[in-house]
């Protein structure tokens, strides 16, 4: 099955700061590679994803990067804010995979120093 | 997000006791899923449905037990708790086939003691 490993496990930056999340996978059929944010307390949710056929995706302050060839994909999140502390997921999922089940990382804990 | 519930939000119970974990959607999506998370473990995958009446393992099983009698509803059990159950559990849904984002719902706290 997949595998994904997540680094570092933990991340403190000084606000306005960049912080640079990375993930690897074991599957090279893997083609979905979503990103996920959890504030303490809270239910993760969706924040960004890309799929296998893109190399970089944006949204505001917030892009996702992915290198097939090395199978790792990475969370750029730049001007960084009190509020962008929170743990973060990346996963993993493609066609090899039953279901549609998405392989997790072991998660990134954020925190943006004021 | 009021679309996936789950019920009770928190609850403690003691060693060897039957329960019961409810999940709702009301998204009519195929796909729903049951994870725990535990510090240093992430989110691991307990048990998931594709469609009504089919379920299958994921990496965590032993010691749960599903069903999906209709679409919406998703209820995990926990057949005889110990206390490595204790955790916090986390229903999700997915529309239908992969690479589709998965929805979680506001997650239960279970204590076993």
């Known amino acids: 099955g997949e595998n994904v490993e997540q680094h570092p496990s933990t991340l403190s930056v000084q606000e306005g700061d960049s912080a640079v999340i990375k993930c690897t996978y074991s599957d090279s059929a893997s083609n979905y590679f979503p990103w996920y944010k959890q504030e303490l307390g809270k239910r993760p949710q969706l924040i960004i994803d890309?799929?296998?056929?893109?190399g970089e995706k944006k949204d505001q302050r917030i892009a996702v990067t992915l290198n097939k060839t090395a199978k790792h994909f990475s969370l750029h999140i730049t001007e960084t804010q009190p509020e962008d502390s929170a743990v973060y997921f990346c996963?993993?999922?493609?066609?090899?995979?039953?279901?549609?089940?998405?392989?997790f990382g072991g998660g990134t804990r954020l925190m943006v120093k004021p | 997000d009021a679309g996936i519930t789950q019920s009770p939000r928190y609850k403690i119970t003691e060693t060897g006791r039957q329960v019961t974990l409810m999940c709702h959607q009301t998204w009519s999506h195929s796909y729903m899923f049951w994870y725990r998370q535990d510090l240093g473990h992430g989110l691991r995958l307990i048990y998931y449905s594709a469609a009504a009446d089919i379920t299958d393992k994921g990496e965590v099983s032993d010691g749960y037990v599903v069903s999906r009698s209709k679409t919406e509803n998703f209820p995990l059990t926990l057949e005889s708790a110990t206390r490595s159950q204790t955790s916090v559990y986390f229903c999700a849904s997915s529309e239908s086939g992969r690479g589709n984002t998965i929805y979680f719902g506001e997650g239960s706290w279970l204590t076993v003691v």
């Open positions: 996963a993993a999922s493609g066609p090899r995979i039953a279901g549609n089940m998405l392989t």
């Open positions: 890309i799929r296998s056929n893109v």
